[in-house]
């Protein structure tokens, strides 16, 4: 069965760097986009950004390019997303999600989620 | 200031009918994308409850249905169940933004 298994919650001070891995399996890797949603606490879902992992091709919210990164590593079925200069409105829990694209565009398996906060 | 509009909170009683109703723009769902439902349970992840408008994944209960019409999509509940009690958020892609894909703010609901 597709899963996508996420790296443990992490704590960072303001203008540090988090990095959270989403290790995938059940299912061909580079065959779909991964995303990344993000929510902080008591709100809603807002999206970060995708990343085909055949190609590396990557596009970000506009919220967050300058500050955002997805990388992969294909011979583990790993994706990660990096985010720098970390502010304390940061701290939200982080999801990697899979696109499936028939019909239309969609995300239909999620990661557990990755708690990050930030805090001095 | 999300880009579909979604009402903060619905509630029922067990076996009543609820509606959620998202709505949209001709930059979006008026401009022919779908809508996409999920679920997120107190605790949990986000799950895929409705695809395409009206699909449903499998192991979806078929309590769950979806319908879009112009530029607004609605999600409905028959049989209202306590384990149904959580937030749904619709989602769908924005022609309009470089932010590809958009959801709305979210829709508690509350078994009553």
């Known amino acids: 069965q597709v899963q996508l298994v996420q790296s443990g919650a992490e704590v960072k001070k303001p203008g540090a760097s988090v990095r959270v891995s989403c290790k995938a399996s059940?299912?061909?890797?580079?065959?779909?986009?991964i995303n990344w949603v993000r929510q902080a606490s008591g709100q809603g879902l807002e999206w970060m950004g995708w990343?085909?992992?055949?190609?590396?091709?990557?596009g970000y919210a506009q919220k967050f390019q300058g500050r955002f990164t997805m990388t992969r590593n294909i011979s583990i079925a790993t994706a990660y997303m990096e985010l720098s200069s970390l502010k304390s409105d940061d701290t939200a829990v982080y999801y990697c999600?899979?696109?499936?694209?028939?019909?239309?565009?969609?995300?239909?398996?999620w990661g557990q989620g990755t708690l990050v906060t930030v805090s001095s | 200031q999300s880009v579909l509009t979604q009402p903060p909170s619905v509630s029922g009683a067990p076996g009543q009918r609820v509606t959620i109703s998202c709505t949209g723009s001709?930059?979006?769902?008026?401009?022919?994308?779908?809508a996409h439902w999920y679920q997120q349970l107190p605790g949990t992840a986000p799950k895929l409850l409705i695809y395409?408008?009206?699909n449903r994944p499998s192991g979806v209960p078929d309590r769950f249905s979806g319908s879009k019409s112009g530029t607004s999509a609605s999600l409905a509940i028959n049989g209202l169940q306590a384990e149904d009690e959580g937030d749904y958020y619709c989602?769908?892609?924005?022609?309009?933004?470089?932010?590809?894909?958009?959801f709305g703010a979210g829709t508690k609901v509350t078994v009553l």
């Open positions: 999600a899979r696109r499936e694209v028939i019909p239309e565009p969609h995300f239909d398996y």
């Open positions: 989602q769908t892609y924005d022609n309009s933004l470089n932010d590809h894909y958009v």
């Open positions: 059940g299912y061909s890797f580079s065959s779909y986009d």
């Open positions: 395409a408008s009206n």
């Open positions: 001709s930059s979006n769902f008026g401009a022919g994308y779908d």
């Open positions: 990343m085909n992992p055949f190609s590396g091709n990557t």
